[in-house]
């Protein structure tokens, strides 16, 4: 070996050969590097994209269902109050009452188990459901609001999440995350607070229920 080193460096032509096949090779081995770190970035940059699109899709899913969950209690308490036409034993109660249930399953399947704000707004939205079919108004009315304030922080950490996906920047988004659950947990101790839906067919009057609605509104 090393005498093929020796003849090598002795002859000027073969040396100006040998440094042409090493240059050569590096830079087929530096076109290969380049074309792998490329092919992963791209499939990478595809991936984080789809990713993120979906979940664009997941929040405004969200959001419709939130609404229209809104609007069908309010609609279901509002006819089952007014006593219109035996509304509670009519055809249209049936279709109501099973477009909430709809719309509740929509809700439960769009969900993660796992996650603590997802069971806190499911727990809204469920008492929202029981108090359209069995209680007052102002039940309503205080469950709907509870559960929407629930539904903007589960909204709001989606659109965190995609944001930062986007971004690429990974480091970012625990970190965020973490600052984020910090004030989750302020939001449970105030406005967001769950135990004001214990008050929901506990024996308080429709104005009872209306001050705990109103309290939410103090900053």
Same mark, same amino acid.
């Given at each position: 070996m090393w005498s093929w080193w020796s003849e090598i460096l002795q002859d000027p032509t073969k040396v100006g050969v040998v440094a042409a096949w090493f240059t050569g +090779? @590096? @830079?087929?081995? +530096? #076109? +290969?590097? !380049?074309? #792998?770190? !490329?092919?992963? /970035? !791209?499939r990478l940059s595809v991936y984080i994209n789809a990713v993120t699109s979906e979940r664009s899709k997941w929040i405004e899913a969200l959001r419709g269902t939130i609404s229209n969950l809104s609007a069908a209690a309010d609609r279901i308490v509002t006819l089952r109050q007014a006593k219109a036409a035996n509304y509670a034993e009519s055809v249209e109660w049936a279709t109501d009452t099973q477009e909430l249930h709809r719309l509740m399953t929509d809700l439960t399947l769009r969900l993660n188990p796992t996650e603590p704000e997802a069971l806190n707004l499911l727990k809204a939205a469920r008492k929202l459901n029981a108090s359209a079919r069995l209680h007052s108004s102002a039940a309503v009315i205080l469950a709907d &609001?509870? *559960?929407? =304030?629930?539904?903007?922080? /589960?909204?709001? @950490? &989606?659109w965190e999440r995609a944001k930062e996906e986007a971004a690429g920047r990974l480091q970012a988004l625990r970190f965020c995350y973490r600052r984020w659950r910090r004030a989750y947990n302020r939001f449970l101790l105030r406005d967001g607070s769950l135990q004001k839906l214990d008050a929901i067919g506990a024996g308080k009057t429709?104005? &009872?229920?209306?001050?705990? =609605? !109103? &309290? *939410?509104?103090?900053?």
């Open positions: +090779g @590096a @830079a087929l081995v +530096g #076109v +290969g590097i !380049s074309a #792998v770190v !490329s092919t992963i /970035v !791209s &609001e509870v *559960m929407v =304030r629930h539904a903007q922080w /589960v909204l709001k @950490a &989606e429709d104005l &009872e229920l209306t001050l705990l =609605r !109103s &309290e *939410m509104d103090v900053v």
